[in-house]
Structures are given as structure tokens and as C-alpha cells.
């Protein structure tokens, strides 16, 4: 009868972990939450880039189609638009644009020149 009290006790005592063991998988978890981290804000930053240069080229693509386009006629430029540099709003109205950038300020110093905002210095 004291064999089956010892066998009960020390089945009891191979239901949980050790301590020892639980630390062991809590730094594993942290090593690969630091390394996850790390990744994606790499690839945050390359997509802020490619944002940048996606937006500065349909810009200039917008500027020159504003040039090339005719002072009357259909997809015309609007009357009140300056016969010089294209503003945003000027893009907008002619269709070569479907909203203002938030990347970029156009028709800043120059014909059709365009002056980076914050993120795309």
C-alpha cells in the first residue's frame, strides 16, 4: 500500500512544467518577436521609398501630359489654369491627376519643379 501512495504522488508531479523550461520557451519567443520587429521595419522603410519615387514619377508624367495637352478641346486645361506651371489643383481639374499628392508640393521654384514633403527628403 505505500508503493501505490509514492506512485500517486510522483504521477502528480509529471503533470506541469518546470520553471526551468518555461523560461526557456519565453526567451525563445522574445528572440523571435525581436527578429520580426527588425524585418518589417526594413520593409516599412523600403515601402516608404518606393511610394516616394511611385509618386514623384506620376507627378512628372502629369506635368509633362499638362504641357503637351491643348489650351481648348476635350481633357483641355481649364480656363482659370495659368498659361505657365500647373498647380495641383490645375492637374486635378484636367483629369491628369486623381488627387493632391501628400508626398510632394507642385509648382514650387520652376516650371512644373516639385518640392519633397517630410518623408521623401
Known amino acids: 500500500m505505500e508503493n501505490q501512495i509514492e506512485v500517486e504522488t510522483s504521477s502528480k508531479r509529471d503533470k506541469g512544467f518546470t520553471l526551468v523550461e518555461l523560461l526557456i520557451v519565453i526567451v ?3 528572440i523571435l518577436a525581436t527578429v520580426t520587429v527588425f ?3 526594413g520593409i516599412t522603410n523600403k515601402g516608404e521609398t518606393s511610394a516616394c519615387s511611385a509618386d514623384k514619377k506620376t507627378l512628372e508624367v502629369a506635368i509633362e501630359s499638362w504641357y503637351a495637352l491643348p489650351a481648348s478641346g476635350v481633357n483641355a486645361r481649364t480656363d482659370a489654369a495659368p498659361a505657365g ?3 495641383s489643383d490645375d492637374l486635378i481639374a484636367s483629369g ?14 520652376g516650371a512644373g519643379a516639385l518640392a519633397p514633403i517630410a518623408p521623401c527628403t
Open 85 to 87: 506651371e500647373p498647380s
Open 96 to 109: 491628369l491627376l486623381r488627387t493632391v499628392s501628400t508626398k510632394y508640393t507642385v509648382g514650387i521654384a
Open 28 to 30: 525563445i519567443l522574445g
Open 39 to 41: 524585418a518589417v521595419r
